[in-house]
């Protein structure tokens, strides 16, 4: 028995070995985090104005104010990316928001408190390559296309990509139904949204409305202005309408469009919760990192160091051995712990 509890020498070199690999792992890990915070971190954007309110440098990029928007064009992002700092412009503060850090598109607003809901919102920026992509959807080109449903008594919007293809083909056919517009605001309705290159702006661009057993299709960029209210938006008050009644082939593909509707939400990044001061931040990881290096790989090694020393001298305790290994694993680890401190000095 005694023998079987005193294993042999080979399983002490592989728990040895086991523990030189851990030691290691451990070091390592610890300084990974002080790594990692200095690359996802990064520093606000210094924003500057010219004192006529058209160009906005900053973020290494230049942007020329595009004025308001077109009517029926609007801003709608995945991701709402606000800069910390502000600029002034028209005698207000404005906060500089984009849909990412390196946007080409960015906007400003004066009040943070309802991102999707202010008027000022329509200062728009862009760099050369974001005004061309206004530009080519101002012309009909589109980036993008989208379905999107917003007919939850809740108001959750759900949206799936929409297949040019399938646009195409239904642009193709010939609208054949007269419809009152007045009946088609019941209706459950799916708008098409057009969304310019850099997916920051959109117009819609046409409907679905499920009439009873029917879906019917309005192409809006056919109809002339009469359709739209002041804002843009297709208006329900009186008169008639051509439409296109899916069926088919095409009806099929644009339900299993509707069958990958997805709820979505933008999400808020404000750039003050990612940003850092690098000096203060350079000096606080080297102390966390050191700290962790005098405790870990000096402190904690001293007791078993002590103990695998004292305890083979001890009459009362059996295989010397096993004491001088346990002795010999506390030095590599301080001598590994020598040697990362070597190479971070």
């Known amino acids: 028995m005694k023998k079987l509890f005193w294993s042999e020498p080979k399983n002490g070199i592989r728990r040895a070995s086991l523990c030189a690999f851990l030691i290691v792992a451990l070091l390592l890990t610890l300084s990974l985090p002080c ?11 210094e924003w500057q104005l010219s004192e006529d309110g058209y160009t906005l440098t900053g973020n290494g990029r230049t942007y020329t104010r595009c004025g308001e928007l077109p009517v029926g064009q609007k801003i ?5 990316y606000v800069f910390e700092n502000t600029v002034r412009l028209d005698g207000r503060t404005m906060y500089v928001i984009a849909s990412s850090p390196d946007a080409e598109i960015v906007w400003m607003t004066s009040t943070i408190s309802d991102l999707w809901d202010d008027p000022y919102a329509t200062a728009v920026f862009a760099t050369k390559e974001g005004r061309t992509a206004l530009e080519a959807m101002a012309a009909g080109q589109m980036g993008s296309w989208r379905l ?27 609208a054949t139904e007269e419809v009152d517009v007045s009946s088609l605001k ?18 819609v661009c046409g409907a679905v409305y499920k009439d009873a057993d029917r879906y019917l299709y309005v192409n809006y960029l056919t109809l002339g202005n009469q359709y739209f209210d002041a804002d843009g938006n297709f208006s329900y008050r009186s008169g008639q309408v051509s439409a296109v009644r899916l069926e088919g082939d095409v009806l099929s593909d644009f339900l299993a469009t509707t069958e990958r509707l997805k709820a979505v939400s933008a999400s808020v990044i404000y750039e003050d919760e990612l940003t850092f001061d690098p000096d203060e931040e350079m000096a606080t990881s080297i102390a966390a990192f050191w700290g962790c290096l005098i405790i870990f790989g000096f402190i904690l090694p001293i007791a078993p ?3 695998g020393l004292v305890m083979p001298h001890s009459a009362k305790r059996g295989c010397p051995t096993r004491w001088y290994l346990v002795a010999l694993l506390s030095a590599v680890w301080i ?7 070597i190479l971070a000095a």
């Open 335 to 341: 001598a590994i712990a020598i040697v990362i401190a």
């Open 305 to 307: 160091l002590v103990v």
């Open 35 to 45: 790594a990692a915070e200095s690359e996802t971190s990064r520093e606000a954007v």
């Open 186 to 203: 019941s209706c459950t309705r799916y708008d098409i949204l057009g969304y310019d290159r850099t997916g920051t702006v959109y117009t």
């Open 148 to 174: 999107e449903d917003d007919n939850s008594l809740f108001g959750s919007t759900k949206q799936a990509s929409f297949d040019s293809d399938l646009l195409r083909r239904m642009n193709d056919l010939t």
């Open 76 to 80: 709608n992002t995945d991701t709402l």
